[in-house]
């Protein structure tokens, strides 16, 4: 049984009690009982319906972004060879004809530092902390930048634009803005 502190009357229940603060007593309540009172519309769930929303509205626009960026091939629409799955295995008699070199290293050095690779064009060795992102490129990447990139499985194709036909070039363009996930 609740007795109003502000009257004489008696409620049975506590929300009974909060209904007649609210209506008979309404400018006399004291900091405590304007609070009881304002909280009883609540729906008891504890999160605010405005930050909520702007929550998932923010993971909404930052998985938008990723996924335009990082994961559709940055619009690709590729049709030929530069379109078709990757064997996980590799072509067998192309691969019979890989040459392998020894590990120049992997050690980080700052951006920027000159590294006299012993092999041109660079396959491991001393190398920059940032990865050159995967794409087409017309003027060669920072070298420490590339062999970060291949430190982690990257794959490079270097080619001689004086030779290259516009075709090969227009597929080796496909080819990097379609094959740009992660190895």
Known sequence: M????????S???EEAYLDHLAE?????LGPIDR?????????DSGLPFGP???GVLLVFAVGLAVYTTQLSGGGATADGIEAAELN???????????ERFESE????VDS???????QMPPLSGPHYNRATEGGYYTDTPALGNIVHGLEHGAVVIYYDPNSTSDSAEQSLREFAMTHTGNW
Do not use: P
């Not at 609740?2 to 009357?9: G, I």
């Not at 008979?24 to 006399?28: F, M, P, S, T, Y």
């Not at 009172?37 to 729906?43: F, K, L, P, S, T």
């Open 2 to 9: 609740e007795n109003c502190d502000y009257c004489t009357e």
């Open 11 to 13: 409620f049975d229940d």
């Open 24 to 28: 008979a007593h309404d400018g006399e």
């Open 35 to 43: 609070r009881r009172v304002g909280d009883r519309g609540d729906d």
């Open 52 to 54: 909520v929303l702007l």
């Open 88 to 98: 996980e295995s590799g072509d067998a008699q192309r691969l019979s004809d890989v």
């Open 105 to 108: 290293g992997t050690q980080h």
């Open 112 to 118: 920027g530092t000159d590294v006299d690779y012993a």
